[in-house]
T-cell receptor
Framework: AQTVTQSQPEMSVQEAETVTLSCTYD???????LFWYKQPPSRQMILVIR??????QNATENRFSVNFQKAAKSFSLKISDSQLGDAAMYFC????????????FGTGTRLTIIP | EAQVTQNPRYLITVTGKKLTVTCSQN?????MSWYRQDPGLGLRQIYY???????DKGDVPEGYKVSRKEKRNFPLILESPSPNQTSLYFC????????????FGPGTRLTVL
């Protein structure tokens, strides 16, 4: 079974600075997908960015980018120019290419933005 | 507007009183799923459905039932709720494309006394 680990329960960053959230995962599969979800105080789950394992190029979405290291099974999220609206819980998630489209989530990192 | 809706959003009940949390999506998605979110545990899958009349257990199915009689609806049933089912519940849906985004409902906060 796949597992996802987020070793930073809480992080904080100064507004306009850059922060990196860590995520590692364990799998025996070669093809899979990785996601970062944001959960603001409203509790809504919002997809931030996704990465296909077969792609070497790191995904980027505006101020959000990932550092995907397949051999190390690492998938970190970098947030540039942090804004107050980025304050939220961030979850890393894994999805197998096969079968059930289940997302396996990490335990989350709570990000605080310091004005 | 494409969305997943859940009702109720908040529910306080007592041990043993049967309840149903409804989930509906308007995107004609085949796949639907239920997750529960607990502090320090992230989200864990309860049940999922690949299409109408096709359901299967996720990682934490004990104490829950589901049904998929219509494509748009996927209710979660707690026949005899217990305090350890106090949690935040999410319904999600997605289409057939491999990397289709899973759309999440707004969540249902359930408290079982």
């Amino acid at each position: 079974a796949q597992t996802v680990t987020q070793s930073q329960p809480e992080m904080s960053v100064q507004e306009a600075e850059t922060v990196t959230l860590s995520c590692t995962y364990d799998t025996s599969e070669s093809d899979y997908y990785l996601f970062w979800y944001k959960q603001p105080p409203s509790r809504q789950m919002i997809l931030v960015i996704r990465q296909e394992a077969y792609k070497q190029q790191n995904a980027t979405e505006n101020r959000f980018s990932v550092n995907f290291q397949k051999a190390a099974k690492s998938f970190s999220l970098k947030i540039s120019d942090s804004q107050l609206g980025d304050a939220a819980m961030y979850f890393c998630a894994y999805r197998s290419e096969n079968g059930n489209e289940k997302l396996t989530f990490g335990t989350g990192t709570r990000l605080t933005i310091i004005p | 507007e494409a969305q997943v809706t859940q009702n109720p959003r908040y529910l306080i009940t007592v041990t043993g009183k049967k309840l149903t949390v409804t989930c509906s999506q308007n995107m004609n998605h085949e796949y639907m799923s239920w997750y529960r979110q607990d502090p320090g545990l992230g989200l864990r899958q309860i049940y999922y459905s690949m299409n109408v009349e096709v359901t299967d257990k996720g990682d934490v199915p004990e104490g829950y039932k589901v049904s998929r009689k219509e494509k748009r609806n996927f209710p979660l049933i707690l026949e005899s709720p217990s305090p350890n089912q106090t949690s935040l519940y999410f319904c999600a849906s997605s289409g057939r494309l491999v990397l289709n985004e899973q759309f999440f409902g707004p969540g249902t906060r359930l408290t079982v006394l």
